[in-house]
T-cell receptor, first 115, second 114 residues
Framework: DTGVSQDPRHKITKRGQNVTFRCDPI?????LYWYRQTLGQGPEFLTY????????KSRLLSDRFSAERPKGSFSTLEIQRTEQGDSAMYLC?????????????FGPGTRLLVL | AQKITQTQPGMFVQEKEAVTLDCTYD???????LFWYKQPSSGEMIFLIY??????QNATEGRYSLNFQKARKSANLVISASQLGDSAMYFC???????????FGKGTRLHILP
């Protein structure tokens, strides 16, 4: 029984470059979430999918950010024209909708450093 | 206003002692769920325990229990017989009503001393 996986685990990039992260959820989970966590803070919600449909996006998700889940399985999060303020841990979580008790299971995260 | 408040930025506890990590929350929705997650230095968020607003009993999972005081809007995590491996960041989180996202507190860093 594999958990949520994310790739890459670490990414260093120069300001202005584009980066793409991948998340593979637990196979039977229909919901997939992206969060961002900066130093000293808890994770902050960015967006989520139910199957392939993107149902909600946070105001934190500027137009430089785009997320996809084309076949309702893995998801990608792309950041265009990266800025130093994008440096953070990007966490992916998946769940199976079961009402209020729905538990989200997280992957190991991708640490992004923008120089 | 903060939805989730964790007032202890850091705690030091002797191994084998019990630990209580504080969490208060703010919501006007009668239906909500409360979660605790552990984040070791590796970064992965590990689910520990869940408490629903309508649950009559406090949740327990092994050495973890949740001291749920609804009237005080408090959901403290209790770790019994602490171990060195319990050293990590601990986050309290909440889902309100039919909303899907989870809101996290700022966390408490727990250090277990040998």
């Amino acid at each position: 029984d594999t958990g949520v996986s994310q790739d890459p685990r670490h990414k260093i990039t120069k300001r202005g470059q584009n980066v793409t992260f991948r998340c593979d959820p637990i196979s039977e989970h229909n919901r997939l979430y992206w969060y961002r966590q900066t130093l000293g803070q808890g994770p902050e919600f960015l967006t989520y999918f139910q199957n392939e449909a993107q149902l909600e996006k946070s105001r934190l998700l500027s137009d430089r950010f785009s997320a996809e889940r084309p076949k309702g399985s893995f998801s990608t999060l792309e950041i265009q024209r990266t800025e130093q303020g994008d440096s953070a841990m990007y966490l992916c979580a998946s769940s199976q909708r079961e009402g209020i008790q729905e538990t989200q299971y997280f992957g190991p995260g991708t640490r992004l450093l923008v120089l | 206003a903060q939805k989730i408040t964790q007032t202890q930025p850091g705690m030091f506890v002797q191994e084998k002692e019990a630990v209580t990590l504080d969490c208060t929350y703010d919501t006007s929705d009668p239906s909500y769920g409360l979660f605790w997650y552990k984040q070791p230095s590796s970064g992965e968020m590990i689910f520990l325990i869940y408490q629903g607003s309508y649950d009559q009993q406090n949740a327990t999972e092994g050495r973890y229990s949740l001291n749920f005081q609804k009237a005080r809007k408090s959901a403290n995590l209790v770790i019994s017989a602490s171990q060195l491996g319990d050293s990590a960041m601990y986050f309290c989180a909440m889902r309100e009503g039919e909303l899907d996202k989870i809101i996290f507190g700022k966390g408490t860093r727990l250090h277990i001393l040998p």
